[in-house]
């Protein structure tokens, strides 16, 4: 396993970190299995762990609580808010909603801090000053040591950024985005901002909600976990889908002429990128998460990364519609019209 300084704050965390989604009742995943699997990860050298209050509605975060009790100082535990967690006020980025929040997130992981806090989503409705200090007075609580940000448009992060410049306050060290060989958008905004600003990134679905797992290959009937769940994201007859079933064809003759798993070609692609600090596995059974640290060591040749490029061009969505870091204004029109 390879290790990486996340951003600035000069902690070391593996290149390949474990992301607990699929914990509970989103990936059917048990309390049995999901120990299972931290073991093995923190076994082949992972120490990331990324979770979220929002997974399963807290379940995600109980079961890495149990999993990981008694060795809590060998691993650096990330985990996120804002998304709905009941009605009304009960998500966000307000003062009022991060504290109950937070507490609500240690409570379930067994803890008095994490290393990490994320706003998983940013929030339209608060300011930037409003989440920025009260992020900034749970640090100097002692119940976070750094926080960042999780799929927030590359204009927001720079806003943000100056925000905590401007009010001197604490500053967002991360960002957590969506990358991958087939999703490529964010090489041509956040990424260089990222860089700009010495932060550290962790890129979630870098298998691309398992299109590049090897199970979805064009002419097969598609049996995967998310296939199950959303099935219009790998309908063949939609434009895109087939863009992406062209792709992934070509991608696994790359992949077998450089003796790789299509996984490996897929993950180490992800943490090849310079501004990238590490790629989130989700893996769903302990089957999954050992075809996934095979590619814990993977270094991709220049030709390797230059064919890639021929098959999914640089700064590339293959699927722009699935994107999750859009500006609202492109995605309602009333926000872009007067009235």
């Not at 699997?37 to 762990?49: K, R, T």
């Not at 009260?134 to 750094?146: C, S």
């Not at 298998?207 to 009937?221: H, I, N, P, Q």
């Not at 943490?271 to 270094?299: F, K, N, W, Y």
């Amino acid at each position: 396993m390879q290790y990486r300084t996340l951003g600035r704050t000069g902690v070391q965390v593996s290149t390949l970190a474990l992301g607990a989604m699929n914990f509970g009742a989103i990936g059917r995943t048990t309390q049995e299995e999901a120990t299972a699997i931290v073991d093995a990860a923190l076994e082949a050298g992972v120490n990331l762990i990324d979770t979220a209050d929002w997974y399963g509605e807290g379940q995600s975060e109980e079961m890495v609580g149990k999993a990981i009790a008694g060795r809590r100082d060998d691993i650096v535990l990330a985990t996120k808010a804002t998304m709905p967690m009941g009605e009304r006020n009960r998500q966000g980025g307000s003062r009022r909603w991060l504290f109950t929040a937070l507490d609500d997130s240690l409570r379930r992981l067994g803890v008095d801090h994490v290393d990490l806090y994320q706003m998983h989503r940013w929030d339209p409705t608060t300011s930037d000053e409003e989440t920025l200090s009260a992020l900034t007075d749970l640090q100097r609580a002692g119940k976070i040591r750094y926080f960042g940000s999780s799929t927030f448009p590359a204009y927001r992060i720079v806003q943000a950024q100056w925000a905590a410049r401007e009010h001197r306050l604490s500053r967002y060290v991360t960002e957590q985005p969506s990358y991958s060989i087939l999703q490529r958008g964010i090489e041509s905004h956040v990424l260089p901002v990222t860089e700009e600003y010495g932060m550290g990134v962790l890129a979630w679905s870098p298998l691309a909600s398992g299109w590049l797992s090897g199970a979805v290959r064009k002419g097969r009937d598609v049996a995967t976990h998310r296939s199950a769940v959303l099935p219009e994201r790998f309908d063949p007859s939609q434009p895109y889908n087939q863009a992406r079933y062209d792709a992934v064809e070509r991608l696994s003759e790359v992949a077998d002429e450089a003796g790789l798993t299509l996984i490996q070609l897929a993950l180490g692609f992800v943490t090849t990128h310079p501004a990238v600090t590490a790629a989130l596995i989700g893996p769903r059974t302990p089957e999954h998460l050992r075809s996934q640290l095979a590619a814990a060591d993977t270094v991709l040749s220049a030709d390797v990364l230059d064919a890639i490029d021929e098959i999914v061009a640089p700064g590339t969505d293959l699927a722009p519609g699935e994107k999750f870091d859009t500006p609202p204004a492109l995605l309602d029109a009333s926000l872009r019209r007067r009235h």
